[in-house]
């Protein structure tokens, strides 16, 4: 039977609406695909919790970010530390080891935000030491950068980020984000191939990371650690695939730096290892160290402490942390006479920030009489970093880094302010430079032996299908002892030739 026109030109409309609703559906499911990691981060569930002020960071460093260093960075802008590098195993068990300062845990109760900072490879060894100190910080952190010898020996830090370990890594985060009362942050490096690291921190944000710190530089190996300037375009890409915050750390040595490297990576906040070391004051270009501020802290400070005062008159029991509170009332008393001066601030006036490296040195001092001081080296270390200039320019920097007493690494500061405070009194030596070059050349001298030992034994260690750590166990080699697992030293190999010159061996 023929078909009436009307009927087929019925059929084509009802068949040209299904086509159009069809494509349109096609569309809409494309959109909606492109557009899933938006819909998703859009119907994420809030954090768990709230993150302290993270803009401007003192990063983790072992023997560089203890507790006086820490507090100084504060006074100067930083708003959150990290303590430094803390092995997770003796900490998780020894009682006196946790005790001792140098492990890398001390604090007080100024010393907020605080981020403890641990390496370690195992989920239960690492949430037990975080609970020692969870109770006393903001944040804790997972060591997933440190290039280090040790690190490669021990299995852990930038080695984790190898691709068999990744839910190694994955149940690390998990385990301690589900069990602690506070965040889980990771710090990490940035892997071979960018797409490989945008892969990692999306697994690390799915189990549970708060927070993310991306030094930008890759993970070298254990015999070559750094590999130039910090590549501070990943960290833009990293920022876009994760709604977690992210930290750029590498390329700060002024405030200019810190704004640009914000500027280009889009980051949440910047954090700052090597150029806080030489200028503690970095962060003071944010404005934080406006003085009203300042002052209103410590007098809300003093208002906890008074209500705790009045609560043991009241015949109230304190316990360990708020005895501590109330021991800081001298101190806190003291700051807000220091800031009041005639008992009025101006809004905008700024704390003054030292301008020279020797007063930065003093500030530092000043922190370190406060505590329990670290130990000589870590002090010898942080001021001849800041006042390296000013040692230099006086022929005082290589007396002053091999000071054998607190006392004579004092004296030798004394002695360049003296020179600084009376131009024209400092008259150079052409024998005492020469002796520094020549210091100077022997120091360079035996790390370039080390360098050439180390390379050696890498290559051993390949020929012989070992770990590296085996062959690069502590041993006597001629000319002196190389102790790897232990504070390093510089004695390194060399060969006496027939003319008795030394050379190094390769």
């Not at 900490?91 to 845990?105: K, L, M, V």
């Not at 984000?177 to 960018?194: G, N, Q, Y």
């Not at 301008?355 to 009489?369: C, I």
Request: with cysteine.
């Amino acid at each position: 039977m023929a078909v009436k026109p009307e009927q087929s030109l019925q059929d084509v409309k009802v068949r040209r609406g299904k086509r159009q609703r069809f494509e349109r559906h096609g569309v809409e499911k494309r959109a909606r695909i492109s557009g899933e990691d938006a819909l998703c981060r859009s119907l994420m569930p809030k954090p768990r919790f709230e993150l302290p002020p993270h803009r401007y960071v003192l990063a983790p460093m072992v023997g560089g970010s203890e507790l006086p260093f820490r507090m100084m960075t504060r006074q100067f802008g930083a708003q959150l530390c990290y303590t430094p590098m803390i092995y997770s195993g003796p900490f998780s068990t020894d009682a006196d080891y946790r005790a001792a300062p140098e492990n890398g845990f001390q604090t007080c109760p100024e010393d907020r935000p605080l981020v403890a900072h641990f390496c370690g490879n195992d989920p239960e060894v690492l949430l037990a030491a975080a609970r020692h100190v969870a109770d006393r910080v903001d944040a804790i952190d997972l060591n997933l950068g440190c290039p280090q010898r040790v690190a490669h020996a021990e299995h852990f830090g930038a080695y984790l980020l190898e691709k068999q370990d990744r839910g190694l890594v994955c149940s690390i985060v998990k385990r301690l984000s589900e069990a602690l009362p506070l965040p889980v942050f990771c710090k990490i490096r940035l892997l071979d191939e960018l797409e490989e690291t945008l892969e990692l921190v999306k697994q690390l944000e799915a189990s549970g990371a708060s927070l993310i710190a991306v030094h930008a530089r890759y993970r070298g190996t254990p015999t070559h650690r750094r590999d130039g300037p910090a590549h501070l375009d990943q960290v833009r890409a990293i920022k876009k695939v994760v709604s977690v915050p992210i930290l750029s750390n590498g390329n700060i040595k002024s405030w200019e730096d810190v704004v640009a490297n914000l500027e280009l990576t889009q980051a949440d906040g910047v954090m700052s290892a090597e150029g806080m070391l030489d200028d503690p004051c970095i962060f003071a270009g944010s404005g934080e160290v406006d003085s009203k501020k300042a002052l209103r802290k410590v007098e809300k400070k003093l208002r906890q402490v008074q209500k705790l005062l009045e609560r043991q008159a009241s015949g109230a029991s304190l316990n360990a942390e708020e005895l501590q509170k109330v021991a800081t009332r001298k101190q806190l008393r003291k700051e807000r006479k220091s800031l009041s001066s005639s008992g009025e601030v101006e809004e905008g006036v700024q704390l003054r920030v030292p301008t020279d490296g020797l007063e930065k040195a003093r500030v530092y001092l000043d922190y370190v009489s406060r505590f329990q001081p670290p130990p000589l080296s870590t002090i010898i270390f942080h001021c001849r970093r800041m006042a390296k200039a000013e040692l230099t320019e006086f022929q005082l920097l290589e007396d002053f880094k091999s000071s054998k007493s607190f006392q004579e690494m004092c004296e030798l500061l004394s002695k360049a302010e003296a020179f600084k405070r009376a131009p024209g009194s400092f008259r150079a030596s052409k024998e005492k430079e020469q002796r520094d070059r020549e210091l100077r050349a022997q120091q360079a001298y035996e790390v370039e032996c080390r360098r050439k030992y180390e390379q050696r034994m890498a290559r051993k260690a390949a020929r012989l299908g070992l770990p590296l750590e085996e062959v690069m166990r502590a041993s006597a080699v001629p000319g002196g002892v190389l102790h790897f697992n232990g504070e390093p030293s510089w004695l390194t190999e060399k060969e006496e030739t027939s003319t008795g010159t030394e050379h190094v061996r390769s």
